[in-house]
């Protein structure tokens, strides 16, 4: 199997035959038999063509800034979109092999807005009316100086705001980038001069249907199915297990769908309901169904979001327990309850959609759900070689994608953009009123304020640079002060030495309801024995003396001071895991020793438990304990 180089360490450009005006998979143009020039691109470099709303929205926004010339120009050309950093979506754009700039979501304005770069600025020149003419008489290096506002003319009629990029055309034809500066029209530094050229741009006069860039890129398709294919057959043939397709409704496991079908006709086909999908993707599953006269499998998730969220709060991107309870529950119950022997699951995983992606492994075994292998066939591709690939085959996508979605998820998706949050509050606003009011109360009961819930701050636990950056502009309080009964470290007392062992450490965990359960469920971390007169819980985990009062009292006595702290952060994570527990079953199904079943809708610990802890791994309630109780005092001592 011919080995494709790992997407890390592959440069981020995107190829173009300016010959013939398209955008290439590899360095030749099937066309012209001409090689394509690398066109630099933010990293990781997943450049996709924009589709029908994008399209719109990309052309609209340009023209609306640069005039209706400009809309002639770019009108019906083939539109490349790459992600780049940003606070929310933004959007490197690319027409006729030029990167003319950016598009990005305003989350303040909640609406899009184009800055043009060096080049678009130079193509647009010759379009437009809105510049800048810069007068004569300046010398030396000027990119990064300023120009005052008697070095400038404002042609009649143009209207110039601060912040606004404005193109400056210089007196000897050269192009320039600025941006004006607060107070402009008084002022010694009116604009500043971000770039300049003296390069001649111009769009192409050749405007290729898609049917002439699949021509262009036929051979490197010809070669990514094989490969894929190929993949597929021998770890069919390797695993040796029944064989199913995860389909999600999106555009990469449509590709999945696709290439499984021509390896093998014996496959099931899966979707996973979560209750949260669009229902526009419900509508397509349906649809898909009847199209290809094969029974999809719809596998629904009995859980209410708000109900759980009241418990957890609302999901984020670093604390997704969301998928773990209305995604990965029903499929290990639907696999456990079919797969008794385990399954082979083909699924669209790409490592250019996110980092955490980036790592993984084209066969991996799905930690959650037990006896599932999963297996990536197009975890190498670029999203312009799934869209690619799905124009050439003539298959039926999404609707979404053309409603200006680029990735397809549950509607409410904290991994989401908030531009998809409005875009989905248009589409439906009736489930974004309801989601959107449990965030208000939410946050006014944390103390967070409307702004909080307003600019998408729900969707971190910790939040990135540019998101704090703008609380501390904004004056937003990132800190919730918690009015009920959550659960908080209130007091740690550091490792000191003892008599009986060398060291203890203590702490006190607040808001523990059920003291009585975790006698048992503390099981998975050592034999627990109740002392009536002490009102505690004792048990030996990893060579410490762990104490657990009714009080929330935690003692912990070790003979090393790394051991305790250890110990200490495990126990409190258990509890908060059986505290929070919401019986999605999936450590049920983890224990080798068949130790754990429902007593009275509770998870209950059987005695041929053998306290090996690993059932907590499995749990999202535990991976995600430190995001309920701040540890950090913990950690400190
Ligand atoms: S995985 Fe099973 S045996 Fe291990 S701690 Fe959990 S319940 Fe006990
Ligand atoms: S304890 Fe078990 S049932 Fe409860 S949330 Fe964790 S994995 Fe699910
Ligand atoms: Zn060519």
New binding site residues.
């Given amino acids: 199997m011919k080995k494709r180089t790992d997407s890390r360490n592959r440069p981020s450009y995107l190829r173009w035959?300016y010959?013939?005006n398209?955008p290439l998979l590899r360095k030749k143009?099937d066309?012209?038999?001409?090689k394509?020039i690398a066109v630099a691109i933010s990293s990781p470099g997943d450049a996709r063509p924009a589709l029908e709303e994008d399209r719109l929205l990309t052309v609209r926004t340009i023209s609306e800034e640069y005039g209706p010339q400009i809309k002639r120009a770019i009108k019906g050309k083939t539109i490349i979109l790459n992600k780049a950093p940003g606070i929310d979506r933004t959007d490197e754009v690319i027409i006729d092999g030029i990167k003319i700039g950016i598009l990005e979501f305003d989350i303040f304005e909640k609406k899009f807005r184009f800055i043009p770069s060096i080049e678009g600025c130079a193509a647009f020149d010759r379009f437009t009316k809105r510049k800048i003419m810069v007068k004569g008489g300046l010398k030396g290096h000027l990119k990064g100086k300023h120009l005052s506002y008697d070095d400038i003319i404002i042609p009649k009629g143009q209207v110039f705001e601060a912040g606004d990029y404005a193109i400056l055309l210089f007196p000897d034809g050269n192009i320039g980038k600025g941006i004006l500066k607060d107070g402009f029209q008084h002022s010694e530094k009116a604009v500043k001069i971000l770039d300049m050229t003296k390069e001649d741009v111009c769009f192409s006069k050749i405007t290729n249907p898609m049917e002439k860039i699949i021509k262009?890129n036929r051979g490197h398709l010809n070669i990514i199915e094989k490969e894929a294919s190929d993949f597929i057959k021998e770890t069919i043939e390797a695993a040796g297990k029944p064989v199913n397709v995860a389909f999600s409704g999106g555009k990469d496991s449509l590709v999945i769908l696709e290439l499984v079908k021509g390896v093998t006709p014996r496959s099931e086909t899966i979707f996973i309901d979560t209750g949260l999908e669009f229902p526009e993707t419900v509508a397509y599953v349906g649809m898909m169904q009847k199209k290809t006269k094969k029974k999809i499998r719809c596998v629904r998730s009995t859980k209410d979001l708000l109900t759980e969220a009241e418990v957890f709060g609302p999901p984020a991107k670093d604390y997704r327990w969301c998928c773990k309870t209305h995604k990965l529950a029903p499929v290990a119950e639907y696999i456990g309850l079919n797969y008794p022997d385990g399954c082979l699951t083909f699924e669209g995983k790409r490592r250019y959609e996110s980092f955490s992606r980036a790592l993984s492994r084209r066969v991996d075994n799905n930690p959650f759900v037990p006896g599932q292998t999963s297996a990536y066939p197009i975890l190498e591709w670029r999203s312009l070689e799934v869209w690619l690939f799905i124009f050439s085959k003539g298959l039926r996508y999404n609707s979404l994608y053309d409603k200006g979605f680029e990735r397809i998820g549950c509607w409410m998706c904290p991994a989401g953009l908030d531009s998809e949050f409005e875009k989905a509050k248009e589409l439906h606003p009736e489930k974004h009123r309801k989601f959107y009011k449990f965030l208000l109360g939410w946050a006014d009961s944390r103390d967070l304020g409307k702004k909080y819930v307003r600019l998408g701050f729900w969707r971190w636990k910790s939040y990135p640079k540019k998101m704090l950056e703008i609380a501390r502009d904004k004056e937003i309080n990132l800190v919730p002060h918690v009015k009920g009964s959550e659960y908080s470290v209130s007091s740690v007392s550091g490792v000191v030495p003892c008599h009986d062992r060398k060291f203890s450490i203590e702490a006190v965990l607040n808001g523990i309801k059920d003291f009585e359960r975790l006698g048992n469920v503390l099981n998975v971390l050592g034999s627990v024995s109740y002392s009536k007169d002490m009102g505690a819980l004792r048990f030996k985990s990893s060579g410490c003396d762990v104490s657990v009062f009714a009080s929330g009292h935690i003692m912990i006595k070790s003979d090393s001071k790394a051991d305790a702290k250890r110990a200490l952060i495990e126990t409190v994570r258990t509890i908060i895991r059986f505290e929070t527990c919401n019986m999605c079953g999936i450590c049920a199904r983890k224990c080798e020793r068949k130790a754990i079943s429902v007593v009275d809708e509770k998870i209950h610990i059987g005695a041929s438990c053998t306290h090996c802890g690993k059932c907590n791994r499995s749990c999202q309630t535990y991976t995600y304990s430190e995001k309920v109780v701040d540890m950090s005092r913990v950690k400190k001592v």
């Fill in positions: 035959c010959e013939c398209v143009c066309l012209c038999g001409g394509g262009a």
